[in-house]
Structure formats: C-alpha cells, structure tokens
C-alpha cells in the first residue's frame, strides 16, 4: 500500500491544478479590461522596467568603475588591502 510515486503524483496532479486555474483567472482579468485599462497597465510597467533599468545601469558604472579601481591598485604594485567598497555596491 505504502508507493512511495503516490505523493509525487498527488505533488504533480496539485501542482497542475494551480496552473490551469491561474491560467484562466488571468484569461478572465484580460477580457474585462477595457482598452484604456490595458494601456494604463502597459504603461505602468513600462514606468516599472525603466526605472529598474535606470538602477541596473547605475549599479553597473559603479561597479564598473570599481573594476577599474582594482586593476589600476593591482598594476601599481599596491599590497592589500583593496580600496573600499563603493557606497552603492555594499546595499
């Protein structure tokens, strides 16, 4: 009696459960939004991923900037330790 497949089965049978009512609960959020609705949404996450591509960009001159730091503290012949952390980088 004891078939160690069965929580498995029961782990997949839930598991696809959940994706159909996802599937067709978000269907449903997309047919009752108007136009304006959907154009709203679309420009809010636009909004949401330039501000976060705004940040990435930032973090990345920091840390490119960091980069180069390193090196330049390396090919001096400097002994440890490195120049600290930049103020963005460590959060």
Request: proline fraction near 10%.
């Amino acid at each position: 009696m004891n078939n160690p497949a069965l929580p498995a089965l029961i782990t997949g049978v839930l598991g696809l459960a959940a994706v159909i009512v996802t599937q067709r609960l978000a269907r449903r959020a997309q047919r009752e939004m108007t136009p304006q609705q959907m154009i709203d949404s679309l420009v809010a996450r636009l909004e949401r991923a330039e501000t976060r591509l705004e940040a990435s960009e930032q973090r990345e001159r920091l840390r490119d900037d960091y980069i180069h730091q390193l090196r330049d503290h390396i090919s001096l012949g400097k002994a440890p330790p490195p120049p600290p952390w930049p103020e963005g980088l460590t959060t």
